[in-house]
């Protein structure tokens, strides 16, 4: 099977805090254990009802990746059932159909060289941001943590992008609002796609999860304050970047070396 692409890109733009790493090659049992099992933690985690949500991983060194197959209940994933594909599109190893979602997230693997894992849920709390076409605004400090500033809002579709090839063009989308904004995935690792939900984005298939994690949280959070401060202003810039730059970057002293 594969998947006809548009065409490549420009180079991705460089961040000066977070940049790709070359990584020891993995065997498809080890990627496909590790997207087994962020796949398997969206139920019990609460982001996802029914099957609405997939997790994908990438190993760099080989340039194969693993996702979800369409439709499976998590509950009963097996590592054997993960789906392993090329850059190019092509299923290399897995016999059931990948995710519908599956252009997403290639294109997010072909255009973001520095990103291991893509997640996507309709989780409640950042979907209702997605549905009412509202970014993220940093109002607090667990915010800060994960996330340096706004979580962008992605435009919609436009008639002919669905028509053509929807879910290839809703990741176009998201790598053109990432670079309007002049942001790494790695910086922002998150977005709201107006009318859609939300996608992270990680180190590996698990990490992009626990980004998913606290976006969900924040924007619980911020629905919450908003409901008792309508008024509430964006966290000052100096909390920002001391609660974000302690836990990323050169200068970071959170946790164990």
Same mark, same amino acid.
């Given at each position: 099977m594969k998947f006809i692409l548009a065409k490549r890109r420009s180079p991705l733009l460089k961040s000066s805090l977070f940049q790709p790493k070359v990584l020891s090659p993995?065997?498809?049992?080890?990627?496909?254990a590790q997207v087994c099992a962020a796949n398997r933690a969206l139920e019990p985690s609460g982001l996802v009802r029914l099957t609405w949500? /997939?997790?994908? *991983?990438? =190993?760099?060194?080989?340039g194969l990746w693993a996702i979800k #197959?369409? *439709?499976? =209940?998590? *509950? &009963?994933?097996? #590592?054997?059932e993960i789906v392993v594909m090329d850059l190019e599109g092509n299923i290399i190893e897995g016999k059931l159909r990948p995710s519908s979602d599956t252009k997403t997230h290639l294109h997010l693997y072909r255009e973001f060289p520095e990103i291991g894992g893509v997640t996507h849920t309709h989780s409640l709390h950042a979907t209702v941001f997605s549905q009412a076409g509202r970014e993220l605004p940093c109002y607090g400090t667990t915010h800060a943590d994960h996330f340096y500033g706004t979580v962008p809002l992605v435009r919609a579709l436009t008639p002919d992008?669905? &028509?053509? =090839?929807?879910?290839?063009?809703t990741g176009v989308a998201i790598v053109e609002r990432l670079r309007e904004l002049n942001l790494s995935p790695m910086e922002m690792p998150a977005v709201l796609q107006l009318h859609h939900a939300p996608f992270t984005f990680g180190k590996n298939a698990? =990490?992009?999860?626990? /980004?998913?994690? &606290?976006?969900?949280?924040?924007?619980?959070?911020?629905l919450q304050s908003l409901a008792i401060n309508p008024a509430l202003a964006p966290i000052p810039s100096h909390i920002l970047d001391k609660h974000h730059l302690r836990k990323h970057g050169p200068g970071a002293y959170y946790g164990q070396k």
């Open positions: 993995m065997t498809l049992s080890e990627l496909k949500g /997939n997790v994908s *991983g990438i =190993d760099r060194a080989s #197959p369409s *439709g499976v =209940d998590y *509950g &009963a994933l097996t #590592p054997e992008e669905v &028509a053509s =090839d929807y879910e290839h063009y698990m =990490d992009s999860l626990n /980004n998913s994690i &606290a976006l969900e949280m924040c924007a619980h959070m911020a």
